[in-house]
């Protein structure tokens, strides 16, 4: 039987991500993900896995590129800087459709910002990013056993829709140590052919991996496969967590380690009478905007928390439109919301 | 008079590793007698359902169109980081990548040292031509001093812009390269040479030698504002005087 | 001497008269024949001198050209 170990978060999603069959991954030094990709240095070659310190972020997801199209599971990591730099990469993933994996262990930014937790990312997470008309499916963790499932879930995603998909994590979640149970690893020889990788044209046809097409119609047809994918991942992939909503008054929308801050701040309202609830997207791209919607018009307010000025923000208020009040509450530059700061916050809402 | 060939045999044919697709360049390019010699190299050594090709961004953009084998575009610049991920991933492909001076030499110029520093076991073409010709006839890392091109409509000044840069020396001081050639195209012999260090090339990956570069000066007739034989004379006679020929690293 | 002679495929020739240029034997010229993309193409103005050396081919970059010799008796 497996047993519980205490890990790092930035090394259980690396051990999550060997144990999804990852045969190749490739990164550059920043921090605080640096723990990951010592993880991947250790682990990686004695399992006859490719590990290779990429001279930048952009020649990392390039590589991320090149052992994707050659058809094998592959992640790439880095923090938001880093992350800025593998935005060309990321586009051309998705418009060539390539699975590969990609971890955002977000820090305070902008600029080189610090290195302190933050979830300043989201836009560039969930609204592109990089150019052109894509989306990738974007996995947040809250805590870091969930961000080892999420690791394995995410090669998995990316592989049944041939896109790119992200991890966002960030600094506290990559340094904590949590108690985890691992997965058991997946077969690599198990999974599911990927008949149109670059793997020689022995028997077939070439296999020719794109993302142009200098004719309108044809880049509108590409366009609009992908669009129909993202619809089908809409319809399909939405995972959102509500805690103690059935009879609340009020929620809080957070997601992350913002969520986990405030799981807590909903025991300490509870325990004072206020029928606080929380709702959780654990997927930001798809946002489960429909779940939050009939959530919206069986409440009064949804508070929106987040270690942002206001990004997720957005799309709650969008899902909520007019039928609730949608107040907001955020820190920024790295600050951690407490549970006390929090449940002032919804003391201000409440009554 | 004219001659039957019935009674003759055929001793120069398209290579069957080339698809039957028109070639985009203009005419007199020399990145079609390259396409050709890369063909040919593939079709001798036998490699071509194990070969796959990355194209660049420029010119050679629809690079995958001309062979029968698997092939990638990718972001400019990238290509060799690329290959690097597509071998790494399957060390028992043959993988070529094929860029032009801005992608190699300017854009791409980390990925292009870093997968020569480490001595990936590919195989990359780099195409000098000293101008970007897709985007109507740039200055490239690569112009000679005093060249004129649309962003240097005076002639490059050495003063703003810097030298032509020797990139293939660059590499070549490196540790880890078992082959760094400058070759050309302008006459039969260059040709033929060329052919030589591309199958060379192709060679030391399959016998897992590691990282080779064939540096290839070629002609932009059209954006030089030459006849392609008159831009054949040009490399000749003033492009090989910035750029020497010969082999600069050779260790297999 | 055994006798050579060439196949320009007109459609793929641009008429950029590289191998007009490289005929050791001035064999080559151009036809003033325009194929559908407007483009003068090559051809044999002398084919009594071809000898099949496939210089033309060697440098034609479309690969328009195919070369042929005479069967030399064993």
Same mark, same amino acid.
């Given at each position: 039987m497996a047993k519980r170990v205490l890990m790092r978060g930035n090394e259980v999603i690396a051990e999550a991500a060997i144990r999804a069959g990852c045969q190749c991954y490739f990164a550059y030094p920043i921090t605080p993900q640096a723990e990951l990709l010592e993880h991947m240095a250790r682990n990686m070659p004695r399992l006859g896995r490719t590990f290779v310190q990429a001279e930048s972020e952009v020649a990392a997801i390039s590589m991320v590129h090149g052992a994707s199209a050659a058809g094998v599971r592959t992640m790439t990591s880095s923090s938001s800087p880093g992350i800025s730099l593998k935005m060309e990469g990321i586009s051309y993933l998705a418009g060539s459709s390539l699975p590969a994996v990609i971890v955002n262990v977000v820090r305070g $930014?902008? $600029? #080189?910002? %610090?290195i302190a937790p933050a979830q300043c990312d989201y836009f560039q997470a969930t609204k592109g990013? !990089?150019?052109?008309d894509y989306h990738m499916i974007v996995l947040a963790p809250s805590t870091v056993p969930e961000a080892g499932e999420l690791t394995m879930l995410a090669f998995e995603l990316a592989d049944r829709y041939r896109t790119p998909v992200m991890i966002l994590a960030d600094g506290m979640l990559g340094q904590m140590m949590e108690p985890v149970l691992l997965p058991d690893p997946v077969d690599p020889a198990a999974l599911p052919a990927?008949?149109?990788?670059?793997? $020689?044209a022995k028997g077939r046809e070439p296999n020719i991996i794109l993302? +142009? &097409?200098?004719?309108p119609e044809g880049l509108r047809r590409m366009n609009l496969e992908l669009q129909a994918r993202y619809r089908t991942i809409r319809e399909k992939e939405v995972r959102h967590e509500e805690t103690e909503?059935? &009879?609340?008054?009020i929620v809080i929308a957070a997601h992350g380690t913002v969520a986990r801050i405030a799981k807590s701040v909903v025991r300490m309202a509870r325990a004072e009478g206020i029928r606080l609830g929380l709702f959780r997207p654990i997927t930001v791209w798809p946002f489960p905007y429909e779940p939050l919607r009939a959530l919206s018009s069986r409440v009064e307010t949804v508070l929106t928390v987040e270690m942002s000025a206001g990004q997720m923000w957005e799309d709650v208020r969008l899902a909520v439109a007019e039928r609730a009040k949608t107040p907001f509450y955020g820190e920024l530059g790295g600050v951690v919301p407490t549970p006390k700061g929090i449940l002032r916050e919804v003391k201000r809402h409440v009554g | 008079m004219s001659v039957s060939v019935e009674r003759m045999v055929k001793v +120069?044919? *398209?290579? *069957?590793?080339?698809?039957?697709a028109h070639s985009t360049?203009?005419? $007199?390019?020399?990145h079609g007698i390259l396409t050709r010699i890369i063909g040919q190299t593939i079709d001798d050594l036998g490699i071509v359902e194990r070969t796959v090709g990355i194209a660049p961004v420029g010119?050679?953009?629809?690079?995958? *169109?001309?062979?029968r084998c698997d092939a990638l575009q990718v972001a400019h610049g990238r290509a060799s980081a690329v290959a690097t991920g597509v071998k790494r991933a399957r060390p028992d492909l043959v993988v070529f990548a094929y860029q032009g001076d801005g992608d +190699?030499?300017?854009?791409?110029t980390a990925e292009s040292i870093h997968a020569a520093n480490r001595g990936e076991n590919i195989t990359v073409i780099f195409v000098n %031509?000293?101008?970007?010709?897709?985007? !109507?006839g740039e200055m490239a890392p690569?112009? #000679?001093?005093g060249q004129k091109t649309t962003t240097t409509p005076?002639?490059?000044?050495p003063a703003l812009f810097g030298y032509p840069i020797r990139f293939s020396e660059m590499i070549a001081q490196?540790?880890?390269?078992v082959y760094v050639t400058r070759q050309a195209l302008f006459d039969t012999k260059r040709i033929q040479e060329t052919t030589k260090a591309i199958r060379k090339a192709f060679t030391n990956q399959v016998e897992r030698k590691g990282y080779s570069l064939v540096e290839v000066l070629a002609t932009c007739p059209t954006n030089w504002h030459m006849k392609p034989v008159e831009a054949n004379r040009h490399v000749a006679e003033v492009v090989t005087k910035v750029f020497p020929l010969g082999d600069l690293v050779n260790r297999g | 001497m055994p006798k050579g002679t060439v196949l320009v495929d007109e459609e793929r020739c641009?008429?950029?008269?590289l191998c007009i240029a490289a005929c050791p034997q001035k064999v080559l010229g151009f036809s003033g024949r325009l194929n559908r993309s407007g483009y003068d193409v090559a051809c044999m103005? *002398?084919?009594?001198?071809?000898?099949?050396?496939?210089f033309c081919a060697l440098t034609c970059p479309d690969v328009a050209i195919e070369v042929y010799r005479e069967k030399v008796a064993s």
């Open positions: $930014g902008p $600029g #080189l910002g %610090n990013g !990089g150019h052109g990927k008949p149109w990788a670059a793997t $020689g993302s +142009f &097409d200098l004719d909503t059935e &009879d609340a008054e | +120069f044919e *398209r290579p *069957r590793s080339l698809t039957g360049y203009c005419p $007199g390019c020399h010119c050679a953009v629809f690079a995958y *169109r001309w062979y +190699f030499a300017s854009i791409g %031509n000293q101008v970007y010709g897709m985007t !109507g690569t112009t #000679l001093v005076d002639g490059r000044d490196l540790e880890a390269p | 641009k008429g950029c008269g103005e *002398r084919p009594e001198s071809c000898l099949g050396c496939a």
